[in-house]
């Protein structure tokens, strides 16, 4: 398990709000909203990302956590101050060649999507 930290962030320049709708127009438009000292990545509404510590993260169920794993994607988790135990998050770390390859990255948002569709229906 990879916790990470998510208190004094700091965003990676090359990560902004332009380079964000360029990587995520597959699933079209998107907005962005400070959340947690990151930033909430949505459409329609539906968060479908985080960005947190320099990290890029999409959501994830059941249904794709086996294929974001498959290749190596990790989990968010942190460490709860109050158990001192790990606490995992619906997201995991895009691959850094996801994010120089749109058709990759297109994979990725689409099943985040399709991720954060199914748990709004919940």
């Known amino acids: 398990m990879h916790v990470i930290a998510t208190t004094a ?9 332009a380079f964000l709708r360029d990587l995520f127009a597959s699933v079209g438009p998107i907005s962005i909203k400070r959340m947690f000292g990151g930033q909430g ?4 509404g539906i968060i479908i990302a985080a960005l947190q510590a320099d990290r890029l993260m999409v959501k ?3 249904l794709c956590s086996v294929q974001y794993e498959a290749v190596g994607m990790e989990r968010w988790a942190y460490k709860n101050p109050k158990t001192d135990k790990a606490s995992y998050m619906p997201y ?6 996801a994010l120089h390859d749109p058709d990759e990255m297109a994979v990725w948002a689409q099943m985040a999507l399709d991720a954060a569709i ?4 919940k």
């Open 60 to 62: 994830g169920d059941d």
């Open 9 to 17: 962030l700091k965003t990676d320049p090359a990560m902004d709000d």
């Open 92 to 97: 995991w770390q895009v691959p850094e060649s």
């Open 41 to 44: 990545i949505y459409v329609d």
């Open 118 to 121: 199914r748990s709004s229906e």
